[in-house]
């Protein structure tokens, strides 16, 4: 992944001619040392948008009082601004018209138009991110992009749309290990909003016993709190292979629930909502 990313990176950088074998080999061969450096010391980042169409109908299920966004594992923070995108379900349509970013996808159960009828009010967001990346310079851009699969152009197309949104008016990441840097958020807050702790696939890298740490935060964080997170491997509720089970946990006295299966980069939505059992 790091070096695919690397070659990648040359070409958006006008530094590589393009994909055909003969081109790939004379880059490898140019390139060596700038492609060693980048995939010893390069993490690979992604920041998948699509994602959001899935994470739409559990944000709105919290609908009722002011959101405080926290995303955990953030990378750039084009998840943490959701809100700003236009969304299309079965059922309706949800967010700005006008929006430079249109999302949708396959809904495997339907998502409620109720849901979708309802408003949220964001009043702060913050991301935490080993290694954020810097959307304000071609640099982080063209970081971002190349770690996108070169040969899926609609996933391209979606995140320079969603980079656009994000560049109006960026959201606050902080760097730093977010299990460390948690507390301190949660502990800066704004009066009478609804703090929304919230992830996608980043706690799959976490050690058993951090994540363990990171859910007694959240679950002894001074109320209220809500909590949206794919699940890691070992807490498989389903047993259905492919895609990520997604949870929620809307109030501070009640266990985390499942309430959707997601595709692993949104392509796919199967609602389940909180009231089902």
């Not at 590589?16 to 993490?43: C, I, K, M, N, Y």
């Not at 994602?51 to 990378?75: D, I, K, M, T, Y």
């Not at 976490?206 to 699940?231: C, F, G, M, N, Q």
Request: proline content about 6%.
């Amino acid at each position: 992944m790091r070096l695919l990313g690397g070659l990648h990176y040359l070409m958006l950088a006008g530094r590589s001619p393009g994909w055909e074998w003969g081109e790939v080999r004379e880059t490898l061969g140019r390139e060596r040392d700038w492609l060693a450096a980048f995939t010893a010391g390069q993490t690979v980042q992604t920041n998948e948008v699509q994602r959001c169409w899935a994470l739409v109908p559990a944000f709105l299920s919290l609908a009722g009082r002011p959101f405080e966004l926290v995303e955990l594992g953030s990378s750039a923070g084009l998840n943490l601004v959701w809100d700003r995108y236009r969304y299309r379900y079965a059922g309706g349509s949800w967010g700005p018209d006008g929006s430079p970013l249109e999302l949708s996808g396959e809904e495997r159960r339907p998502v409620p138009a109720e849901l979708l009828s309802r408003d949220v009010e964001v009043v702060r967001r913050r991301g935490i991110d080993l290694e954020p990346v810097d959307l304000s310079s071609d640099d982080g851009v063209r970081l971002l992009s190349c770690f996108v699969w070169a040969d899926q152009p609609e996933r391209l197309e979606r995140l320079r749309a969603a980079i656009e949104v994000a560049r109006a008016d960026p959201p606050e990441i902080l760097r730093g290990d977010y299990v460390d840097v948690l507390p301190g958020i949660l502990a800066d807050r704004v009066s009478g909003a609804l703090a929304v702790v919230f992830q996608t696939v980043s706690t799959i890298y976490l050690s058993k016993e951090r994540y363990a740490e990171l859910r007694r935060i959240v679950d002894e964080a001074e109320p209220p709190v809500a909590w949206i997170s794919t699940r890691r491997l070992d807490e498989d509720e389903t047993g259905v292979e492919g895609g990520f089970e997604l949870e929620l946990r809307a109030d501070e006295r009640a266990p985390a629930r499942l309430v959707a299966r997601l595709g692993y980069h949104g392509q796919w939505l199967e609602w389940r909502g909180l009231r089902e059992p």
